[in-house]
C-alpha cells in the first residue's frame, strides 16, 4: 500500500495508451484469474473491485458502507462485467468494462487532484507508475 497523489489526466492518458493499457489488463486479468481457467467468477472480480475502492474513499476520505449494501453494488456490476450474461467475465469483457470505469472515475474527479491510497499492482496504482515512466522519459 502507498499514498498515491492523482489526477483525471493521470487515469486518461493511462487509459488512451492502449498498449500500455493492454498490457496492464492482461497482467491484471492473469494476476485475478486464481484458478487459471481463463475467466473470472465473481470472487475473483470481486478481488479487483475492492482494490478499486470505488465506494469507501470519496476524495481521499474513508466513508463507512454498510457491508449489505456494498455486496449488492458489487453484485450489479459484475453483472455489468459480464456483458453476455454467461457468469463469468473473460478477457474482453474485463477490459471494456475497466475501460469505462476508469474513464467514468476521471471525470467525476474533475481537474483536482486526489489523494488515494492504493494497493500495490492495482490498476490505479499501474496508472500512476505509468505517468511517472512517461515523466521520467
Ligand atoms: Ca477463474
Ligand atoms: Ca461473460
Redesign the pocket.
Known amino acids: 500500500m502507498s499514498v498515491e497523489v492523482l489526477d483525471s489526466a493521470t487515469i486518461v492518458n493511462f487509459v488512451e495508451d492502449e498498449e500500455a493499457f493492454n498490457i496492464s489488463i492482461r497482467d491484471r486479468f492473469v494476476h485475478?484469474?486464481?484458478?487459471?481457467?481463463?475467466?473470472?467468477?465473481y470472487t475473483?472480480l470481486l478481488k479487483e473491485l475492492e482494490s478499486l475502492r470505488l465506494f469507501e474513499t470519496h476524495f481521499g476520505i474513508d466513508v463507512k458502507t454498510d457491508p449489505k449494501e456494498l455486496a449488492q453494488v458489487y453484485n450489479s456490476l459484475f453483472v455489468q462485467f459480464d456483458h453476455d450474461s454467461n457468469g463469468?467475465v473473460d478477457l474482453e469483457e474485463f477490459k471494456a468494462e475497466m475501460k469505462r470505469m476508469m474513464l467514468a472515475m476521471a471525470n467525476g474527479m474533475g481537474f483536482l487532484p486526489v489523494q488515494m491510497v492504493l494497493e500495490e499492482g492495482s490498476f490505479l496504482k499501474k496508472a500512476v507508475e505509468h505517468e511517472s515512466t512517461k515523466l521520467a522519459a
Open positions: 485475478l484469474d486464481t484458478d487459471r481457467d481463463g475467466l473470472l467468477s475473483e463469468t
